[in-house]
């Protein structure tokens, strides 16, 4: 079963490539489906159909008896499919999905490595999760949430790889487990509160492989067994409000804390077994990657608006601090883009919703300002990043 489960999550990641440079709030979405993503991401108290099983799980309950959604995100293919339904005329509601959680990567070639040769930077980050959900109407106002997380995550990168001590690294991959508990409180009907808590996802990634560059005269070799230790997805607490001034009109807020300083402090990768003898020393490798990342809060603002019962508009704009030090900026892991402006739209056609949203990054620029050493040497290196993502979702209800 577990090897079932990567066969199918990877098939869903071999389409999540990057292109350029990728990363939102940290390494997470700052929405997941056209919806959540076209209002900035503000969709903790907000009705979210399927979309809840990436969201707040106890808004599954406002989901019509049976919904199947599909859709992506067009900047990087990062598939979302559900299904969720209300179980005959009873409190209870199920559901379950695959999305993408978020990733980060770059894809840089023909720069300059430390010895001034023409190179290489490439890495990609990438987070699948399948989620299974239930939701419970305790009364008519208050409801409850519970999402269970089966996670599947690839790492590869590529730092510098012909240059002398270079590395092509591939095929880290590790299967996690998590958990979201979700509760949404409709006060009247115009004001609702929703909140969120999840679990921290521990990952080890193991099964790669390195090639590492001894340089003139041993070259490239190949190390059979790689891994990765110390990389971790973030416990994350969030609260949501949204209010209805006209019967027309929506409006939410959210404010999240990411624990990102309790998972990416200093990541290591090992690799052990070379397929040629090797300098006495050299049997086995440990790059540590030094990042201590900061906690991380983000604050999103949303608006929609129906125009009619064919059309509904709507708006957001989404902050996200930069959870990344300047002391340890690592081009090979972007994620410093900290405002989102979003727009979107849903045209519905009988029993059908067509959902668009465009999300702009805003260009960020940092500047590695740590003294230079082994495990800082990108010591005065500047990036700037800035991301336009088009996010695209069809549902069915029925």
């Known amino acids: 079963?577990?090897?079932?489960?990567?066969?199918?999550?990877?098939?869903?990641?071999?389409?999540?490539?990057?292109?350029?440079?990728?990363?939102?709030?940290?390494?997470?979405?700052?929405?997941?489906?056209?919806?959540?993503?076209?209002?900035?991401?503000a969709d903790v108290a907000v009705p979210a159909g399927c979309t809840a099983i990436a969201g707040n799980p106890a808004q599954l309950a406002t989901t019509c008896?049976?919904?199947?959604?599909?859709?992506?995100?067009?900047?990087?293919?990062?598939?979302?499919?559900?299904?969720?339904?209300?179980?005959?005329?009873?409190?209870?509601?199920?559901?379950?999905?695959?999305?993408?959680?978020?990733?980060?990567?770059?894809?840089?070639?023909?720069?300059?490595?430390?010895?001034?040769?023409?190179d290489s930077l490439y890495s990609q980050v990438a987070f699948m999760r399948l989620a299974p959900t239930v939701a419970y109407n305790v009364t008519d106002k208050l409801t409850l949430g519970l999402t269970a997380f089966a996670g599947y995550a690839t790492i590869?990168?590529?730092?510098?790889?012909?240059?002398?001590?270079?590395?092509?690294?591939?095929?880290?991959?590790?299967?996690?487990?998590?958990?979201?508990?979700?509760?949404?409180?409709?006060?009247?009907?115009?004001?609702?509160?929703?909140?969120?808590?999840?679990?921290?996802?521990?990952?080890?990634?193991?099964?790669?492989?390195?090639?590492?560059?001894?340089g003139p005269g041993l070259g490239q070799v190949t190390y059979r067994d790689a891994k990765m230790d110390n990389f971790t997805w973030p416990r994350q607490a969030e609260f949501g409000v949204s209010f209805r001034p006209a019967p027309k009109w929506l409006l939410a807020f959210d404010v999240s804390w990411v624990n990102w300083s309790s998972a990416i402090?200093?990541?290591?990768?090992?690799?052990?077994?070379?397929?040629?003898?090797?300098?006495?020393?050299?049997?086995?490798?440990?790059?540590?990657?030094?990042?201590?990342?900061?906690?991380?809060?983000v604050f999103a603002l949303g608006a929609q608006y129906e125009i009619n019962d064919m059309w509904t508009v709507r708006a957001g704009y989404n902050y996200g601090q930069n959870p990344v030090p300047d002391d340890t900026l690592n081009p090979l892991f972007p994620a410093n883009v900290e405002h989102h402006l979003t727009a979107g739209f849903t045209f519905s056609y009988q029993d059908w919703?067509?959902?668009?949203?465009?999300?702009?990054?805003?260009?960020?620029?940092?500047?590695?300002?740590?003294?230079?050493?082994?495990?800082?040497?990108?010591?005065?290196?500047?990036?700037?990043?800035?991301?336009?993502t088009v996010h695209v979702m069809v549902s069915y209800r029925f």
């Open 65 to 118: 008896n049976r919904v199947v959604s599909v859709g992506g995100a067009l900047l990087f293919p990062l598939p979302f499919a559900g299904y969720a339904q209300r179980i005959g005329t009873s409190r209870w509601s199920v559901g379950v999905g695959i999305f993408a959680q978020g990733g980060m990567g770059v894809d840089f070639d023909n720069v300059k490595n430390f010895m001034g040769q023409n």
């Open 265 to 297: 402090q200093t990541v290591t990768v090992t690799a052990s077994n070379p397929n040629v003898p090797v300098p006495a020393g050299f049997d086995t490798l440990k790059v540590p990657f030094i990042m201590d990342w900061k906690d991380q809060w």
């Open 353 to 388: 919703d067509f959902d668009f949203a465009l999300e702009h990054g805003f260009t960020n620029d940092q500047t590695n300002t740590g003294a230079p050493s082994p495990t800082n040497p990108f010591a005065g290196t500047e990036v700037s990043h800035y991301q336009d």
């Open 1 to 41: 079963m577990k090897r079932m489960l990567g066969v199918f999550l990877t098939a869903l990641l071999v389409l999540s490539a990057p292109v350029g440079a990728w990363a939102t709030n940290g390494m997470n979405m700052i929405g997941t489906g056209a919806v959540s993503s076209g209002m900035g991401g």
């Open 156 to 214: 590869d990168y590529d730092f510098f790889p012909r240059g002398v001590q270079g590395q092509h690294v591939t095929g880290l991959s590790s299967y996690t487990i998590a958990g979201r508990f979700g509760v949404n409180y409709q006060i009247n009907d115009q004001w609702a509160v929703g909140a969120t808590y999840t679990s921290e996802s521990s990952l080890d990634f193991e099964d790669g492989e390195m090639r590492f560059n001894f």
